[in-house]
């Protein structure tokens, strides 16, 4: 049974609202997610389809195959967008939502001043890409 979170930026400007079933929470240390945030991407697995955004959402095309979502007004980090699917950031909900950490990826490039602690996957930069671009004849 899926239970509906609400959730905003820094300033209140955007709020977001999204279904989640089992809160899962996801980090992801690559380089782009680091530079955007200072550290780890942490995101929050929703329902697909049930994320509604009002406010002065702006989203920035970080690559050929992403965007990143940021508010216009405080420039709290919203989400990573790939191929139509948005991560909502963990951080705009209390408690991230209610979600347990449950994969980081490309934990190989986890900076040394810090590690995530508990008992969930940790997939390489082989892995990670392995995954999410596979190469041509290899299974998504």
């Given at each position: 049974?899926s239970?509906q979170?609400?959730?905003?930026c820094?300033c209140?400007a955007?709020q977001?609202?999204?279904?989640?079933?089992?809160?899962r929470?996801r980090?992801?240390h690559?380089?782009?997610c680091?530079?955007h945030t200072s550290?780890a991407?942490f995101s929050?697995?929703?329902?697909?389809?049930?994320i509604a955004?009002?406010?002065?959402a702006?989203?920035?095309?970080?690559?050929d195959w992403a965007s990143?979502?940021?508010c216009g007004?405080?420039?709290?980090?919203?989400?990573?967008?790939?191929?139509?699917?948005?991560?909502?950031s963990a951080?705009?909900f209390?408690?991230?939502g209610?979600?347990?950490?449950?994969?980081?990826f490309?934990?190989?490039k986890c900076?040394q001043?810090y590690a995530l602690?508990?008992?969930h996957?940790?997939?390489t930069?082989?892995?990670?890409?392995?995954l999410?671009a596979?190469q041509?004849?290899?299974?998504?």
């Open positions: 049974m239970e979170i609400q959730g905003q820094l209140g955007v977001v609202t999204a279904a989640v079933d089992q809160p929470l980090a992801c690559c380089d782009m680091r530079q550290g991407f929050l697995e929703t329902v697909a389809g049930s955004v009002t406010g002065p702006r989203d920035y095309q970080s690559s990143r979502g940021f007004a405080c420039g709290s980090t919203l989400w990573y967008q790939m191929d139509g699917t948005r991560n909502l951080g705009l209390p408690d991230a209610g979600g347990m950490l449950k994969v980081e490309f934990a190989d900076p001043g602690a508990g008992q996957k940790k997939m930069t082989k892995e990670t890409i392995a999410f596979p041509d004849g290899d299974a998504k």
